[in-house]
């Protein structure tokens, strides 16, 4: 079972000390033993102990490795309080909370002393995100195919986690249909599915006679004339007709197919430019009236469509951008078919290599090229079968999924300068490398520190960092929850699509901010600044902003100030009603100091369950219910956060009353301390830097690597932590330790005691 | 444009992409052929409610089959004869079984399992093959698309779901492996496509082969490309790499399969423009959907989840603007079982929207709800505590005259729900062995 550092950041949080390590193996003998003796050594001791979980033959050296397992098993059990079994005697909550402690605090704090772990990251496929940016920089063609792709999976909060990122049969059918719609739109072809097409109006044929429609043609050309027909089928012979041109038959053709198939009948044709007409005609009408079944009586011939397609075979005028890039050299139509591979393989080389990431391998080249000449062969044009080529490579494993090979069993692999480029390049931009790191890896310029470091600020620079606000914030911050917030249209009739749009830029444009003027992250918690529109500070009640561009913004940060006073958070953490402190509580836990409370008790108890009526305001009710001491020792951590935002609305805008009653807006803290409305809780939380700091450094590294983080990343963590509160806790600064550290540089094969 | 029409010559306006009734497809001879067959097919779909039901207006006072209807049941009136009740049923490994909280993660995980899902945020998810996958597994190979998974709803875009489960659990309902789910998908415009736009509608034969051809080229390549890529993979790469493998894999038997059902009757159906804003207009085009795919034999077996487990969604249309999940934490206050109640009634309007749209569409001498065997329910009984031992279940239709539907049947309390799905799988004719859970076969449906 993976453990995960986050929850170490609770006991800080509830400012429950947190000894020296020494304190915590001394408090063993004195505080963790007696208690296990007392309730679990029955079973659990000895030869025989259940489950095989032995408590009774501590070791401290094998605490924090080869016993990391059962200790985590034993943290799960009393927080679940499932062990020890209802029949047996039941520790304390102080007894259990004592053991708790010692195993978060110290048994499963890792040595960092011999360097830190690399771990592994497992195969991890492209989300939609990744997708979709990826066709935008290898082609130059912003069409977001990925779009209809179902939703990926979540994992640690963010869809970048190789091990949950699924790749079901039905992804692999939008796989293969997303290549083809790529490939067409980046190669422009000449077949009939390609060229212009004119939608004729069908009808349905009782008796023997034929529709005319007359065209207009103002290119003269090959064309392709489609005529979906079926039939009502009786008597002994099928539905016969023709399709004629300008008077002339060109095609009989038998229609056997019956009601609810229809099927094409295609007749391709030479057209001069002007005035033509199009004629299809029944043949054999049929009617027995002495047919029993009154569905073979009548034969009947219906055209659900004529479609015109055309002209073929001429490629337009303008090619798009992406096809003059694609055949740099031309395809000579007049060589033989294997030189025309050559040439493909050739120009291809380039693309495949940067859609691989990597050099792609002659194998490769070889596969891609029996795609062409197959398709050459059958005789489709040099870009129909260009355009094959590329289905085949944008369906294949290389280009979906983003290998790293494993080193041997037990050992650490540095990554090669293409692996690590494109981990930084989906860090930073959700997308493939650009010319100048994919150059920079060929030339194996991207493996020292400084490489890493120097790329990755190049790269926060470039627009295309704006995925980081958008994929990283979106999912840290939880702005993608926008979409799916639905406030109550009669307690907040302000709310509609505008103010919702408003709510997210809000908050990307003071992310960007940070970033792009890579600003100290501790302005998250505090900045006395914003960014609105006019809709939007009207929503805030700021005055003097017109118009729907954004702008900075001071603010009366008695009022608002940091992510903490920014309408998209306060909704997204809100009930449809009404406010939720808990949900803002436990939303600041988790997401600025990871220090997720932990979960509700399993069987939720009856509020009511004793008859006595939770009566009063919201927060007198929720008082109430924190009076049930198992409720209380979690709930009196998240609620006086919540209840100190509680001078926002369900929406985010500033409230004095909440209906009837003022609206109160203090609280204490576990550690005592006192705070009157949000600007005083802001003071409070903004002090807390460390915890905040290795929180987003958590998140950041959660969402860059692709993989929840292990006990030992911990000391990771607290490397950069101080590396980053040196330099004034910049952003750029903790992206560059970050793409340093061993764990975004190596791997380690996959035995992992975990 | 002139039309020149002949004496006896009517034209009447098709192709105007007017939304036309279901006609009956059996009637064309490609299709009609394997339904006259004695074993005509079968076939199963599972539909999901979360946060569970309020228990006192679900479950009739009298058993047998004539109980007084209660009140969440009314929009079922109808169609009182197509099903049964099933009280009594429970699924073990919803609850917590020493894994602490997470019910409602836990409760969608196990619901078509019975398997106790793994408690992990990321790192080496597990469930069980569910119910669905494992016919899929032994039938899918009969119809183009082995099964069918779809829902109202995305996976959450983004943050945790339940008490430290990924999210994962909390919106999937079938898992093809114990390690692999499978998304649903939610856009009706993408379903349609996918299940019945392969190609061009009534693309010729010859044009059809040329283009399966260029599609097995490609996954040639593909497959090449991951057999050079298989030999330097840890085993969680090599288990990423064989999910593509096997996807693959299903994509080349569709292209060998899809010759036969492909005409399809779909031009009966207009192509859906994407998914409607209003709720209920999402629900009854999905279940447009699915009733399509049954018709048409594009699957025989599907999963329909109204609403990922520990929904929030609020429905303003029936005046209940606070969020389901939260009411479903009613703490007794009848306010908010009323408001429950009105929700679970809505839900079951939309099931009977469903049933009746299969038992209106014949099939030979019969109708769809007939010929299938289509479960409706929860892992949650009462959602106020979380109870995974007396879950609502409703069974619809008669199995091909195999089931007899009609009643209020109850079980003995907490009777393993794998039972009754290891009766489904008998009647489908797959393998019920590999159902954990199971004590036996239930009886009385």
Redesign the interface.
Known sequence: MAFRIARLGLLAFALVPRPGATTFADSYDADVRPILEKYCFDCHSGDRAEAGITLDAYRESRAKTHERKAWVKVLRQLEGRAMPPDDADQPTRDESAAVERWITGYALVPDCSKGERPGRVTVRRLNREEYNNTVRDLFGIDIRPADDFPSDEIGYGFDTIGDVLSIPPVLLDHYIDAAEVVARAVIASTDAEAAPARPIEGGRLNSTGQFTRDIDIAEEGNYVLRVMAWGDQAGPEPCRMVIGIDGKPRRKADVPNGPGAPLEYDVKLRLDRGKHQIAVAFLNDFYDKAEKDPKKRDRNLAIDRITLAGPVGILPTTLPTSHIRFFSRPIEPTADLTEQTDQLKAILTPVASRAFRRPVTNDELDGLGAVFFAARREGETIERAAQLTLSALLVSPSFLLRFEGDPPPGRIRSLNDYELAARLSFFLWSSLPDDELFRAAARGEVHTPEQLAAQAKRMLRDPKATALVKNFAGQWLQLRGLDEVKPDPKRFPTFDADLRTAFRRETEEFFSHIVREDRSVLEFLDADYTFVNERLARHYGLADVKGEAFRRVSLDTSKRGGLLGQASILTVTSNATRTSPVKRGKWILENLFAAPPPDPPPNVPELDGNGAKLVGTLRQRMEQHRADPSCASCHKLMDPLGFGLENYDAIGAWRDRDGEAAVDSGGELPDGRRFQGPAELRAILAARKDEFRRCLIEKLLTYGLGRGLEYYDACAVERIAAASAAEGDRFSVIVAEIVQSPAFRQRESGADIK | ????????????????GIALPL?D?M?????AAPARKATAPVRMAFLYVPNGIHMPDWTPAEEGSAYKLPPTLEPLADLRGDFSILTGLGQRCA?????????HARAMASFLSGVQAR???????HCGTTVDQIAAAALGRRTQF?SL?IGAD????????D??Y???YS?TISW?TDS????????PK?IF??LFEDG?????AQ?RA?RD???R??????L???R??ER??????RR??D??L???R??EQRIDRSHRAN???V??MKKPDGIPQDYEQHLRLLADLLVLAFQTDATRIATFVFANEGS???Y?SIEV???HH?LS?H???PAKQAKLGKINRFHTRQLAYFLGRLKATREAESNLLDRSMILYGGCIGDG???DHNHLPILLAGRGGGTLSPGRHQRYEAKTPLNNLFASLLDRMGAKADILPETTGRLEGI
């Open positions: 444009m002139t039309t020149t029409l002949s004496r006896r010559t009517m034209l009447r306006g098709l192709g105007t006609l497809a009637e064309s001879p490609a299709l609850n917590a079984n020493g894994d602490g909280p997470g019910d408690k992990t945020e990321g790192l080496d998810i082995p998974e995305r996976g959450k875009s983004s943050g945790t779901c008490s430290g990924s999210c994962v919106s093809r692999q789910p499978l998304p649903k998908e939610n856009d993408v496509e996918r061009r509608p009534g693309e010729s044009a040329k051809r260029f599609s080229s490609i996954l040639d390549f593909a090449e490309d991951a050079r890529l330097d993979l840890g085993a969680s790469d990423k790499l999910e593509y096997s996807a693959i299903e994509v005409a399809a009757g031009a009966k929030g969604r609020s303003p603007p606070e969020g939260d934490h703490g007794n206050d106020n505590r979380h």
